[in-house]
């Protein structure tokens, strides 16, 4: 089961539904991912609150004029059976630059673009426009 999958199709169905927010339960991988999509402006916030069994991430999507979602679409790169890695130099650049790309690096997740800077490749995760 891939539960990056799983976490992204719960934000693009929160999008298209049109919902303020959206819980999903909390891993490192969700936490950094959302972070980047923060960072992006991808995302307006989020918050982790303590819960049993696992912690709950609320992630408060952003929207822009007339209700248009800031995520349009999201593509998941590299799945459990079929893992894509690229060198930084191969980082594939999402609609022309207009868009961001998720890598897992050594260094932990970040853009497609920092990852460049940085001279790291890694796996390519998703693709978010």
Not at 23 to 29: E, F, H
């Amino acid at each position: 089961m891939d539960t990056t999958a799983d976490f992204l199709t719960i934000l693009r169905n929160g999008y298209q539904a049109k919902k303020e927010r959206v819980v999903v339960n909390a891993t490192k991988t969700r936490l950094a991912i959302t972070q980047i999509l923060k960072d992006e402006g991808f995302v307006a916030d989020y918050k982790v609150s303590e819960a049993k069994p696992s912690n709950k991430m609320t992630i408060t999507l952003r929207y822009f004029d007339k209700n248009l979602p800031a995520i349009a679409g999201i593509k998941k790169v590299s799945v459990p059976s079929v893992r894509i890695y690229a060198g930084y130099d191969e980082l594939p650049i999402t609609l022309s630059g207009a868009g961001l790309t998720i890598v897992s690096t050594s260094a932990g997740f970040m853009t497609g673009k920092a990852a460049k800077e940085k001279h790291l490749g890694g796996e390519v995760i998703c693709q978010i426009w």
